[in-house]
């Protein structure tokens, strides 16, 4: 859902209004580097990308819908800018880059101590969406960490409500499957 | 799934998932460039902008079909010595 204090933020974009920007930078840019992070895997990838999803929207500003909804506006730039980058990318070389950083991430195993419990929560999910194919991991991204409506995510990937819908269910069984193997509890019993 | 109903566990997870800011020298070259790229862009007036996304274009294919045109009616003309 758009946030009522875009309104104004678009219209002083579109005059081009430095502090329009500086607002809407300081507000998205953590969450949009988060999410190219997570999609792309790759952090040199992730920052070319990051980088041209802010020019889109500084070139773009003077022609921005008046209704446009800044936050649905940059995921969808961003996710499309990484389908570009996938589709003329050496698959072979990014699956093997994938699977490097997979193994960078900081592994379930180790002390079950209080201090590092929720740490080892979150990087076993870490490890788990980064082990799911991209088409399943931008709908995760969108729907589960950054709490888009299916509508809204459906608009953002181009896709029906339906095949959302269908590509959510796999990707959430996909998750927990993913989950499972990565259970530091099983492991130990 | 809808919201009065508690999300699943698996996207529960995926809510404690951090926001990551981008490293500094990223974050601060991004904005450099993007405020530069916002004067840039808004610096151009509407006639500019019409310029740009109109009147080249249709220039530049006036262009293509003249000379098509040109062409076709030369081989032609060979043709029929």
């Known amino acids: 859902m758009r946030d009522p204090t875009e309104g104004p933020l678009v219209a002083a974009l579109r005059r081009g209004e430095p502090a329009a920007f500086e607002v809407v930078y300081g507000r998205y840019r953590a969450r949009v580097y988060a999410f190219l992070r997570r999609l792309c895997r790759r952090g040199d990838v992730a920052d070319d990308l990051f980088q041209e999803t802010w020019l889109r929207l500084a070139r773009h500003a003077p022609r921005l819908r008046s209704d446009t909804d800044l936050r649905a506006w940059l995921f969808t730039v961003a996710r499309n800018l990484w389908v570009s980058h996938r589709r003329w990318a050496d698959p072979r070389a990014l699956g093997q880059v994938a699977m490097a950083a997979v193994d960078e991430l900081p592994s379930p195993e180790g002390p079950a101590d209080d201090r590092v419990e929720a740490a080892l929560r979150v990087a076993r999910v870490e490890r788990a969406l980064a082990s799911l194919p991209g088409g399943s991991r931008e709908v995760l991204l969108l729907v589960g960490v950054e709490g888009f409506g299916q509508d809204e995510a459906a608009a953002i990937l181009g896709v029906s409500h339906e095949a959302l819908r269908q590509r959510l269910g796999r990707a959430r069984r996909q998750l927990a499957s993913a989950l499972e193997r990565n259970d530091p509890t099983e492991a130990i019993a | ?81």
Do not use: K
């Open chain 2, 1 to 81: 799934m809808n919201g009065s109903e508690p999300p699943p566990p698996e996207l529960a997870a995926l809510r404690e998932l951090q926001v990551e800011e981008p490293p500094a020298l990223v974050r601060e070259r991004v904005r450099r460039r993007a405020l530069a790229a916002l004067a840039s862009s808004s610096s151009r007036g509407p006639g500019q902008r019409l310029l740009a996304r109109f009147a080249m274009p249709s220039a530049l294919a006036a262009t293509v079909v003249v000379y098509l045109a040109w062409a076709f009616t030369a081989a032609g003309a060979l043709y029929r010595r």
